[in-house]
């Protein structure tokens, strides 16, 4: 059963547009999400975290947007770098995990195209 | 400022063999400490996570098991190793914090076992 889910394997974006990462959540627990990005042979980067008091939280080029009723959360960046090119990973944790455990949707490809 | 440390980076083993994986955290006092595993095109799924010396969580059962012999060590062990074990390992540490509980991983060890 997957708790957290990232519909989307794979996302292309031009340089300078906006990228937008979704990820779906179905454990009413959870009320902290987190997301990381990931290159290849590397561990993940924390990237930005909102707790389920918040509906957005910006940080620079990232924001994260949480709509508690649909679960459903998501990633924008803007303006998308080549750099940004990389596997983004969508967490939650709550209650029931003594907000200890993370639990990881299967991640997001995203290739900005220069 | 904190630092994590795994290793080795790459390893390849006979199936069959033992297995030792060391991670270490520099920096901070009494972290929660985590395994993770990343299979070939999938998210991270943990495996382990401790909250002190001596406590060790475990998420699914499996071929592998974890020890904290240490406030900043956390050990990754199987006696015999499958071929189902290969993928790439991830260690990470956070310190709760209200809500949050950004977790902050190592640069992962890579296994392929043959």
């Known amino acids: ?16 547009r906006i990228s937008i990462l979704n990820c779906d ?18 561990g993940p980067t924390f990237l930005i975290s909102i707790s389920s008091i918040k509906d957005k939280n910006e940080d620079g080029r990232f924001t994260v947007f949480l709509n508690k009723s ?22 939650a944790s709550g ?8 639990t990881f949707g299967s991640g997001t490809r995203l290739q900005v195209q220069p | ?3 994590i ?4 980076a790459t390893l390849v083993q006979p199936v069959g063999s033992p297995l030792s994986l060391e991670c270490t955290v520099e920096g901070t006092s009494n972290p929660n400490l985590y395994w993770y595993r990343q299979a070939a095109g999938r998210g991270l799924q943990l495996l382990f996570y401790s909250v002190g010396i001596g ?4 998420e699914v059962p499996q071929n592998l098991s974890a020890s904290r012999p240490q406030d900043r060590q956390f050990i ?39």
């Not at chain 2, 440390?5 to 080795?8: D, M, S, V």
């Open chain 1, 70 to 91: 649909a679960k459903h959360l998501s990633l924008h960046i803007v303006p998308s770098q080549p750099g940004d090119s990389a596997v983004y990973f969508c967490a």
């Open chain 1, 95 to 102: 209650l029931d995990t003594g907000r200890r455990a993370l």
């Open chain 2, 5 to 8: 440390h795994q290793w080795p």
């Open chain 1, 25 to 42: 959540y179905t454990n009413s627990m959870f009320d902290y999400f987190l997301w990381y990005k990931k290159y290849p042979a590397e």
């Open chain 2, 1 to 3: 400022s904190q630092t």
């Open chain 2, 55 to 58: 406590q060790i969580s475990s």
């Open chain 2, 76 to 114: 990754l062990s199987s006696k015999k190793l499958l071929l189902s074990d290969s993928g790439f390992y991830l260690c990470a540490w956070s310190v709760l914090q209200g809500l949050g509980n950004e977790q902050f991983f190592g640069p992962g060890t890579r296994l392929t076992v043959l």
């Open chain 1, 1 to 16: 059963d997957q708790q957290v889910k990232q519909n989307s394997p794979s996302l292309s974006v031009q340089e300078g």
